[in-house]
Nanobody, 123 residues
Framework: VQLQASGGGLVQAGASLRLSCVSS????????VGWFRRAPGKERESVAS????????YYSDSVRGRFTISRNNAENRVYLQMNNLKPEDTAVYYC?????????????????WGQGTLVTVSS
């Protein structure tokens, strides 16, 4: 599974962005998909995860209520809608596919990773 994330950019605090993740070579419709981020000088952290059918979704405490993960299996895409962005959301965002179908926030469960997309939020 090869993944590609897109949709990042430079926005002001309070703005919204929608990230998109697509599988370029194989479908990931049976896989859980997660979004992760790495801020400058910090370790990678889990942001959100969605089960294969969208029935289960998990969020980190830092984004819950502001970010929404969703998927469209017909289009083989997973989205991360980010609202009310804050400067502390600045990071490179990655999508990843798990071998399992159920959602998980543990990055060790994700063997398939895409390249990141940079999100910069100015104050």
């Amino acid at each position: 599974v090869q993944l590609q994330a897109s949709g990042g950019g430079l926005v002001q605090a309070g703005a919204s962005l929608r990230l998109s993740c697509v599988s370029s070579r194989r479908t990931f419709t049976n896989n859980a998909v997660g979004w992760f981020r790495r801020a400058p000088g910090k370790e990678r952290e889990s942001v959100a995860s969605i089960s294969w059918n969208g029935g289960s979704k998990y969020y980190s405490d830092s984004v819950r209520g502001r970010f929404t993960i969703s998927r469209n299996n017909a289009e083989n895409r997973v989205y991360l809608q980010m609202n009310n962005l804050k400067p502390e959301d600045t990071a490179v965002y990655y999508c990843a596919a798990a071998r399992r179908s159920m959602a998980t926030m543990s990055d060790s469960e994700y063997p398939y990773w895409g390249q990141g997309t940079l999100v910069t939020v100015s104050s």
